[in-house]
T-cell receptor, first 115, second 112 residues
Framework: DTGVSQNPRHKITKRGQNVTFRCDPISEHNRLYWYRQTLGQGPEFLTYFQNEAQLEKSRLLSDRFSAERPKGSFSTLEIQRTEQGDSAMYLC?????????????FGEGSWLTVV | GDSVTQMEGPVTLSEEAFLTINCTYT??????LFWYVQYPGEGLQLLLKATKADDKGSNKGFEATYRKETTSFHLEKGSVQVSDSAVYFCALSGNNNNDMRFGAGTRLTVKP
């Protein structure tokens, strides 16, 4: 399977703990995106990378959220000092941005429950 | 800013019924338009897309036509199946493709 891979698929954590999610994009894709989806809503854009450069991060929800893509391949999304309101599905997606617009492919998501 | 508004659900249909899920958009420039489908517990799968006015996207019996004059991209299927039960999201991306905007989703349930 060469799709976008995310892990862990499910994470239950206590409030105040830090969590990290990993995303492995489709191998030839140079763009990687993070979205958050809460129940009954569409995905909400958080940040994206082109290769290892994080080109947009103003939409990250707070300074507790950070993302990295150190070698331009896999990415991590970290949430520090989790709060109950952080409970959601975190979606990773990737695309090949060569010329013009290209289709974004999503992973299956990482569910976070903060108790 | 750019946005998408889609028909509120839930929508419940009998098998073989005709489906329409309305989607309208607001955007500057010339966005690409998409329909994604999400099955329970899974991520989003691209269903179809259209990149310019009057384009028709189609896949698995679903169709949607990019209508610039009405800023719409309604999803249609002539005969739904139980296996089509899912949440459907309309989305758009602008020229830079770096910030896809989604509608709130429409849950479809198809009963035998």
């Amino acid at each position: 399977d060469t799709g976008v891979s995310q892990n862990p698929r499910h994470k239950i954590t206590k409030r105040g703990q830090n969590v990290t999610f990993r995303c492995d994009p489709i191998s030839e894709h140079n763009r990687l995106y993070w979205y958050r989806q809460t129940l009954g809503q569409g995905p909400e854009f958080l940040t994206y990378f082109q290769n290892e450069a994080q080109l947009e991060k103003s939409r990250l929800l707070s300074d507790r959220f950070s993302a990295e893509r150190p070698k331009g391949s896999f990415s991590t999304l970290e949430i520090q000092r989790t709060e109950q309101g952080d409970s959601a599905m975190y979606l990773c997606a990737s695309s090949s941005h060569d010329r013009g617009r290209n289709t974004i492919y999503f992973g299956e998501g990482s569910w976070l429950t903060v108790v | 800013g750019d946005s998408v508004t889609q028909m509120e659900g839930p929508v419940t249909l009998s098998e073989e019924a005709f489906l329409t899920i309305n989607c309208t958009y607001t955007a500057t420039g010339y966005p690409s338009l998409f329909w994604y489908v999400q099955y329970p517990g899974e991520g989003l799968q691209l269903l179809l897309k259209a990149t310019k006015a009057d384009d028709k996207g189609s896949n698995k019996g679903f169709e949607a036509t990019y209508r610039k004059e009405t800023t719409s991209f309604h999803l249609e299927k002539g005969s739904v199946q139980v296996s089509d039960s899912a949440v459907y999201f309309c989305a758009l991306s602008g020229n830079n493709n770096n910030d896809m905007r989604f509608g709130a989703g429409t849950r479809l349930t198809v009963k035998p």
